[in-house]
């Protein structure tokens, strides 16, 4: 099980969310993260998911730049193009 870090972005791989980009906010417990979306999630409620169900990305965003929910939604945004460049 790969250990997922603070400010990591993630896919989500099952659940009603399944495909969005998600970022990792906070880890929960051992196989659970804290992630948002900045639209369903928001930064003051965020969502627990196993870190099973989530694949993850090199990319690590700066714990400064997760400033408020419409930062993230921006910087998952800049994620989605790159990715489609790719």
Known sequence: ????RKGQIVRSLAGRDKGQILIVVDRFDDSHVLV??????????????KEKHL?????????????????????IQMFEKNEEVH
Do not use: F, W
């Open 36 to 49: 948002v979306d900045g639209k369903r999630r928001l930064l003051d409620k965020p969502k627990k998911k």
């Open 55 to 75: 694949q993850d990305y090199k990319t690590i965003i700066d714990e400064k730049e997760m400033v408020n929910d419409c930062r993230i939604r921006k910087i």
């Open 1 to 4: 099980m790969t250990s997922l």
